[in-house]
């Protein structure tokens, strides 16, 4: 039986507090589901959410999805009420997709209770409405929501909305752990239950895990390994509450652990752009930490794991990133050792293979400074310039030398508050006296600078200050409190590069993170 994997990023994903697509959005991110290659997209609830009526009414004409059928959710008929006449099941036939996926109630409980009817009209709810969009040609889902919860209560009953479903038509009866409360164990128990108890072979059902444990992808994984063929999950594991499962993860453990290809060749590795694309659409920060598409999910800040690294990366990692279309990065902090600077070295283009001695001045040096509150972890850059320093044919060229600098603050009678500097340098032979105002003192500074560099280094102008971040961090032993700059320099190329400078004061903090910036993208530029 065919390998189904269900995409709910635009549905369930989309009951995460705080995300809001447009119907704009949700097109775009179809688009990017049916590259990563999912076989079902559930867009949405038609005639509920009238965003979602529209996304089916354009995605006719606006998506061509190669991979993806197209499935509109919904409920089952309202208790008591005639199929053909219930509003919300027609709706669902007026998105005019080739999928549906119906919620059902699969627990007695919450037949009695939240739909306030009896377990025998529930059972005609699930079996008129599955056989009527069945009799209009459509394929159809059915969502036993709180599958586990209500089959651990009443076995009986939960099973009888299973088998109504199946006979109807269902192409599928999708067990929902919909509370989220579910353990791996649990869940292989149920399944093995369910198929002995009905006879039906467990390809027939899916797997819809909400992550209240922690665990709906372990959950989901559990359910494949009981013979479950169809998954469920979101992008990025986006959901109601914690979340659902995360479909990265469920979908390249499933092709990489397990061995199932259920995503067309060459889709895998899309999955990081994907990921993060479809994070930038939802507004939501990609989450470094990610499984399998985090920017550090293959990121190595440990020493000794950099000195196996080097001999063969997959000794310490699960996986060859690119197979996800991630990359290895090795993070140089106060946890490396000579490995990880000859690694994030060779990552940066420099080859310290022949010079043992810098290695281990470089490891030294990163260790002492690390240790008094600089981090060189997001200041490539300046790593580089600390590292270039101890070669002798790779030194980088400083751009001017200082005599000194000094910056004022004025608070003027009208409650302007401007800043000045002034740098007196030395420029290739020649002594530079430039002043500059800025909005800031640590703007005023840069300002001067470039003054006073612009007639020898015109590509300055190209510079610009992208990002300025501030951290005071707690002295120890003893000493006061240090300050921690990170400044982020573009060239209107599309290059970026970020530097470090640490100081008790804020000022000269910023200076030593913007002097490396120079430095660093001058000596790029020269090249
Ligand atoms: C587990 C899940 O996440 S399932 C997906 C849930 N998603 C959503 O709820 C988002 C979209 N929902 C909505 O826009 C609205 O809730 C609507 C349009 C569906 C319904 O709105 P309203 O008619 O105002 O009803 P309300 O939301 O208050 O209550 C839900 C109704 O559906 C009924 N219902 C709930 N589940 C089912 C079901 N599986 N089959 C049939 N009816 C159901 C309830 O009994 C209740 O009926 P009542 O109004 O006669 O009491
Ligand atoms: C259907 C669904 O989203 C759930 O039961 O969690």
Redesign the pocket.
Known sequence: MTFQVYDTTLR?GAQREGLSYSVIDKLAVARLLDEFGVGFIEGGWPGAVPKDTEFFRRARTELDLRHALLVAFGATRKAGVAVADDPQVRALLDARTPAVAL?AKADIRHVERALRTTGAENLAMVRDTVAHLVAQGRRVFV?G?HFFDGFRHDPAYTASVVETALAAGAERFVL?D?NGGMLPSRVTAAIADLTARTGIAPELFGM?A?NDTACAVANTIAAVEAGVRHVQGTANGYGERPGNADLFAVVANLQLKLGLPVLPDGCLEQMVRVSHAIAEIANIAPDTHQAYAGAAAFAHKAGLHASAIKVDPLLYNHVDPSVVGNDMRILVTEMAGRASIELKSRELGLDLAGHPDAVSKVTARVKELEAGGWSFEAADASFELLVRSELPDAAPVRPFALESYRVLVEHREDGEVVSEATVKIRVRGERVIATAEGNGPVNALDEALRVGLSRHYPELRDFELADYKVRILEGTHGTGAVTRVLVETADGTGRDWTTVGVHPNVVEASWHALVDALTYGLDRAAV
């Open positions: 369930d919620v969502d929501e929902c919909t819809h909400q």
